[in-house]
């Protein structure tokens, strides 16, 4: 492999993403395109952290002033509207309340809003009780704080989509190549994953839940990320009727996290959670059931309709911590002596989401101080999304079928998902396969039935379209295969 | 040796118990009617099973057809039957009703075609 | 959008759509069309290729393929219209229907709409089972689905939870074609199943029934490698100590059906949240006028043929509703007591004969069955033997009711 990088960005999140992206609008000195490989572990772009979350834009007012957090939040909200439009994913600007009950928690929220008006967060008000009933019907607390500028996103939604545009603009993603070893040779990196060797310039972090282990690979020491998992519970978009805005309760700064609150998602399901346990390893995504009944538990003091029976799923997150105290450690975002030409990025946990762009400049700001970047003249900022079917007017549905019957077929009976948008979802740009990989991208088994009517459907498609024998089809990882063969023949 | 089953003869669903010796059916306590009576020495000495699977069907619009036997066969042949099943492939177009193999392994009952299934266009 | 004028609508083409369908053209009504998602009528009996349907009705045992034939072949011979691969979207409680297919999105305004949707199974997030998120994790119906009509095998070293009919099903048919079925767990502590697939699908294989457990944790990264199942008390909580590890790589759940009602919410249709399926009175009718439910969508039914029956009762009264625009006021209602989970119809008129559906919630044994109205016992029978896994019927003649005060159904030992 003589092929030598420009930049190789380690970890398809959406932070190594928005970096891939952010850097493909310029030039490395020399190069004539863009020259640039971002090597990730898994199968697919938003496999860990980044798929894993409520999906908030935060307004920024929980971030101590100064830190990078502070300031990379407080960006990325104000800017995202435009972001959105560019990328063609869906976002509202919901707002948001944090609600209280007693004179604690009246204390603590004038606290916040003392932060977030020092780190420029707009309009953040404390409300009484009639407002919140006003903003928030259905709601528990006696009162809140209000943040105007809070929204909701899809993250696989924002994630896939600056990977995409990322590729458009010349970036390479190579999937299942975890990274086992770098060495500086003669100025260069030589980055033997699991699969290959790659040669690049510059190396960028963005390993998220193992920045650590790559910090070290570079000669970094001294980062140590402490896992800590939390547990969402999904509801049916029956529950979304009764919550318009995210609702935290006042947060417990010991904590470490948010505490457990209820966000609902731009397709009208709610989400509760997150919890907060520390983990020994950064891969165990399991569920427990002390956690899913205390989630019940919270859920129901902020919204008293939640019921068992509205219950879709779980899932787990894991927070790539830099503390296992609880409480924050701000951003590593750091352009070392000791490591020339890399841009370091270590323990990006929440407000990762909302940062992920400004981080993306900040990191073009940091390799800007060491070497030359010339603009490029060709970078699209605008990708398109796939047309979503049961979005469209009745009008514009005619005419989408007209052109291409599979509009008119439905595979995900839950979500209205049609044919032509699974078929679009197998033949993505970045050439991902895997079952979970086409959910994310048209949100097929996403629904209360979870893949009873549809799942059968979409398994046969990706086998057809990818020509796959059955027991090469995998859910999301390497390893997790569906089928064992055929039943004849 | 007592054994306690239930009767599938028709819906009252009769809880039965017999009384075994030596092979020999002693008694049968719980029964409403004959049918039942029968249905119980027939399930100690010989139970009958029917089998229902799937046979591959070649050039058609789905790739299986369903089958089942014309009536049942002893139990402890459930295996040898599916192996024969298993060696089956069948040509499209398929009827409900045709026989696809005839006194199968000369235990006669027929393997009969549960499905309608098209030639592929 | 021009809007096509129907009589009757009938949405889902399994055995409920198909035996009103047959049944309406039979009574003389000419205008009727059904609508199917799938490539072709049928519904889950598609998937059920074991025999055991038809019994009372035919007096011979079927596979689900071929009992759904026989009503097909009647469709096609009547020549009733129907759609295949094509969804509807929306029921409104005017009784339009939009559809989509790959010709296009339809409008529709029936003067009567039969919902005969089905079930979907109840999920494993719905469970919210603890543990990891590997695959080989598969709802029965979905198992079934991918053996029977996919070709394709789903696993290994199974493990099944719930002793439902489908999972009881689908441990003899996975043995059949090679699998390992090793045992069965279940919360309860007797089998929701029949008898007979207990007894036919289980003891002939040696596949252990454990009553009172539950899987209370998954294990695997990737693909499942063993799950964790502790025996529950009464109240289905885990008795500590008691956790055993079971290695395998598919486990099967059946662990409940729930009727497919999220066109009907739509309607305006008012569900009964003891069935999940609509409140419905004599005729099958339910809140809202012209809308008729039947089938598994009403309630879960454990044999096809009852489930033909309710369909061609129904149609009885689609045919009087779409001559006459109305049907009789039905303002009794009929209680339940504790040992009898519902009743369906949920209503009735009392101006006539009407049958009641009804399941208990413990298996009883030699136990009396009394209709009460205004304190008076209207009618009683004695039942030997009723389990919660098998429907009964109850027949009630029209001068069995003294006035139009509600009634209720009491189980006495």
């Not at chain 1, 935290?248 to 966000?263: A, R, S």
Request: net charge neutral.
């Amino acid at each position: 492999m003589d092929r030598i990088y420009d930049f190789t960005i380690i970890g398809a999140g959406v932070v190594g993403n928005a970096v891939a992206r952010e850097l493909s609008r310029y030039l490395l000195d020399g190069s004539k395109e863009v020259n640039m490989a971002v090597l990730e572990k898994e199968l697919d772009v938003v496999c860990e952290t980044s798929g894993r979350n409520s999906g908030v834009l935060h307004a920024g007012f929980n971030n101590k002033p100064g830190s990078k957090m502070a300031k990379f939040c407080v960006e990325g909200n104000l800017e995202f509207d435009q972001v959105a439009k560019e990328l063609d994913i869906p976002f509202v600007r919901t707002g948001k309340v944090v609600v209280g009950f007693d004179d604690d928690d009246m204390k603590q929220l004038l606290k916040s809003k003392e932060q977030g008006d020092m780190n420029g967060c707009p309009g953040l008000e404390i409300i009484d009780k009639k407002r919140l009933n006003e903003l928030a019907q259905n709601v528990g607390g006696e009162f809140a704080m209000y943040s105007p500028m809070t929204g909701i996103m899809d993250p696989f939604d924002y994630t896939i989509a600056l990977a995409e545009n990322a590729y458009d603009n010349g970036v390479e993603y190579y999937f299942g190549d975890a990274v086992e070893d770098i060495n500086r040779v003669n100025e260069l990196y030589i980055i033997k994953t699991k699969k290959k060797t790659y040669k690049a310039k510059w190396i960028i972090n963005c390993a998220g839940l193992n920045s650590d282990k790559i910090s070290k690979m570079l000669g970094i020491d001294g980062y140590e990320i402490y896992p800590c998992r939390g547990e969402y519970i999904i509801l049916d978009k029956k529950m979304g009727e009764y919550l318009n805005m995210p609702v935290y309760p006042v947060v417990n700064p010991k904590q470490g996290g948010l505490g457990i609150h209820l966000t609902p998602s731009v397709d009208g399901n709610v989400f509760i959670g997150p919890s907060a346990d520390y983990l020994d390893c950064c891969d165990d995504y399991s569920a427990t059931k002390p956690v899913i009944d205390m989630l019940f538990e919270e859920g129901k003091k902020l919204l008293p309709y939640i019921k068992r029976e509205y219950f879709i799923r779980n899932f787990s997150g894991i927070r790539p911590k830099l503390t296992n105290k609880g409480g924050y450690e701000d951003f590593v975002i750091e352009a070392r002596d000791e490591a020339p030409n890399t841009v370091n990025l270590v323990g990006i946990e929440s407000p990762g989401l909302t940062s992920a762009t400004p981080i993306g400049r900040e990191v073009v700001r940091l390799i800007k101080e060491k070497t030359l970047l010339r603009e490029n003249p060709n970078f699209n900022p605008f990708r398109k999304a796939q047309v979503v079917f049961h979005k469209q007017p009745i009008d514009v549905q005619r005419k989408l079928i007209e052109k291409d019957p599979n509009y008119g077929e439905i595979v995900c009976r839950c979500e209205t998902i049609t044919k032509a948008e699974v078929l679009n979802a197998i033949n993505n740009p970045l050439g991902v396969d895997t079952v979970t990989g086409i959910k994310y991208r048209c949100r097929c088994m996403m629904g209360r039935c979870q893949g009873g009517y549809c799942q059968t459907r979409v398994t046969e498609l990706i086998q057809d379209v990818k020509h796959k024998k059955r027991e090469e089809i995998l859910y999301n990882r390497e390893g997790s295969y569906m089928f064992t063969g055929k039943v004849r023949g | 040796m007592i054994r306690e089953f239930t009767c599938i003869i028709c819906p009252n669903g009769c809880d039965l118990v017999a009384t075994i010796e030596d092979n020999k059916i002693i008694s049968i306590e719980g029964t409403l009617c004959d049918k039942g009576n029968k249905y119980a020495e027939q399930e100690i000495i010989d139970p009958q099973r029917t089998i229902s699977s799937l046979v591959v069907v070649n050039n058609g619009e789905i790739p299986l057809a369903s089958v089942r036997l014309s009536k049942p066969i002893s139990k402890d042949r459930i295996f040898d039957v599916m192996n024969e099943i298993k060696k089956i492939k069948l040509d499209a177009p398929v009827t409900i009703g045709t026989v696809v193999k005839e006194n199968i392994l000369g235990l006669d009952s027929d393997l009969i075609a549960t499905k309608n299934v098209k030639e592929r266009l | 959008m021009a809007v096509i004028n129907k009589d009757v609508i009938i949405v889902g083409g399994g055995a409920g759509g198909l035996a009103a369908a047959v049944e309406l053209r039979k009574q003389g009504i000419e205008d009727i069309l059904i609508i199917e998602r799938e490539k072709e009528l049928g519904g889950i009996l598609r998937q059920c290729i074991h025999d055991g349907f038809g019994l009372t009705r035919f007096k011979e045992t079927l596979s689900g393929p071929e009992y759904a034939q026989r009503f097909i072949d009647e469709v096609d011979k009547l020549g009733i219209d129907y759609l295949t691969d094509t969804t509807v979207l929306e029921i409104t409680s005017d009784k339009r229907i939009t559809s989509v297919s790959k010709d296009g999105l339809n409008e529709y305004q029936a003067k009567a709409i039969v919902l005969t949707m089905g079930c979907r199974e109840r999920t494993r997030g719905a469970l919210s089972i603890p543990g990891s998120r590997p695959t080989g994790i598969y709802t029965a119906g979905v198992a079934q689905m991918y053996v029977n009509l996919k070709n394709t095998m789903v696993g290994r070293d199974v493990m099944i939870l719930g002793s439902g009919d489908i999972g009881l099903i689908m441990a003899r048919r996975l043995t059949l074609e090679g699998a390992n079925v090793h045992a069965v767990f279940a919360r309860g502590d007797t089998p929701r199943g029949l008898p007979r697939n207990v007894e036919q699908c289980l003891n002939d294989y040696n596949i252990p029934l454990y009553l009172s457990h539950n899987v209370t944790q998954i294990h695997g990264k990737n693909r499942l490698e063993g799950i964790t199942i502790s025996e529950v008390g009464k109240d289905n909580a885990p008795i500590p100590g008691t956790e055993k590890y079971y290695p395998c790589d598919t486990l099967i759940l059946s662990v409940g059906l729930i009727p497919e009602n999220e066109l009907s919410l739509k309607a305006g249709v008012t569900l009964d949240n003891r069935t999940k399926g609509a409140y419905v009175d004599e005729n099958y009718q339910t809140n809202v006028e012209g809308i008729f439910a039947a089938g598994n969508v009403l309630h879960v039914h454990d044999l096809v043929d009852f489930v033909s029956i309710e369909a061609e009762k129904l149609a009885d009264a689609v045919v009087e509703y779409v001559k006459n625009n109305s049907l009789p006021e039905c303002p009794i209602v009929v209680e339940t007591d504790k040992m009898i989970n519902y009743t369906i119809p949920q209503k009735i008129s009392g101006n006539r004969d009407v049958s009641l559906s009804f399941r208990v919630k413990k298996n009883v044994k030699n136990v009396t069955l009394q209709v009460l109205q205004d304190g008076e016992t209207i009618y009683k029978k004695k039942l030997k033997k009723a389990i919660t896994s098998e429907m009964e019927q109850i027949r009630l003649k029209k001068d069995l009711f003294k006035s139009r005060s509600n009634i209720k159904v009491v189980i006495t030992v």
